[in-house]
């Protein structure tokens, strides 16, 4: 069988890596993407052969176009796309600032925007892009409000893409996460009690008793990506232990 090439951004650490760990095994080429030199450089190495890294900042378009032209040297075309690179930090909405704004815009619903822009002329005819979204697109949650209008925004141009990009045989679907265990708590400026607390409330009321784990969301991703969701178009799969029944 012939090996198929994915690029997951935002590949270094939580679930992008974990996805790209999973598709190894299965005997994908994957293609990571991080702007943290350090953690681009520990997850490569973990990954070992088959993998490749970029550093590439999601929200520059010179770091995309770049990224494209050395992806578009080595592969020529690829398979498949993982739009996961994201960032989250919480605030309250009357504290919001314009930084944070552009920051969380910029990265989450800009920097996906023109990735997916960018890599249509070296996505193959059949192809998948996959888009990162989360549960706060329905459910809200409070101090989320500019991280849900960027996940709300990624989301809404699935449908669009999907009748756009349909003559080059390339299909979008989305992951709707719930809270997962990542280092993106960490990184959010809440506190340890802050996040013990998130965890251990999510894992106490959800379904499946437990929070859900990187581990859960890369054999969904894996689906996405692969043949076997051929005929599926803007279709999402909420990923969140039924949390949100
Ligand atoms: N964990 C959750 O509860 C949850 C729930 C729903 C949706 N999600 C979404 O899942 C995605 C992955 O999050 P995660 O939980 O796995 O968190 P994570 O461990 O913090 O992973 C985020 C990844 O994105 C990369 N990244 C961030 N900003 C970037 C930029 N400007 N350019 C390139 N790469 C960038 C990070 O690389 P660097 O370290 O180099 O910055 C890292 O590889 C995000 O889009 C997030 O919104 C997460």
Known sequence: METKIILITGGTTGIGFTCAKYLLNL????????????NLDSAVSELGN?????L?????????????????????KIDGLFVN??????????????????ETMNINFKGAF???QKFVPILKNPSSILLNTSIVVF?????TSVYTASKAALESIS?????ELASKGIRVNIVSPGVTESPIQKKSGMSDEAINNLLEHFSATSPIGRIVQPTDIA?????????????????KIIIDGGTTL
């Open 114 to 116: 023109f990735t997916v």
């Open 159 to 163: 449908k669009v893409l999907n009748i």
């Open 56 to 76: 590439s900042d999601t929200s520059s378009l010179k770091d995309i176009d770049e990224l494209v032209l050395k992806v578009k040297n080595l592969f020529g």
């Open 27 to 38: 005997k994908y080429q994957v293609i990571i993407t991080g702007r943290v030199k350090k």
């Open 85 to 102: 690179a994201g960032i989250f930090k919480a605030s309250n909405f009357e504290e919001t600032s314009e930084e944070l704004f552009n």
């Open 50 to 54: 088959n993998s490749i890294g970029f």
């Open 219 to 235: 054999p969904i991703v894996e689906f996405l990506l692969s043949d076997k969701s051929q005929v599926l178009r803007n279709e």
């Open 139 to 143: 459910k809200a949650f409070a101090d």
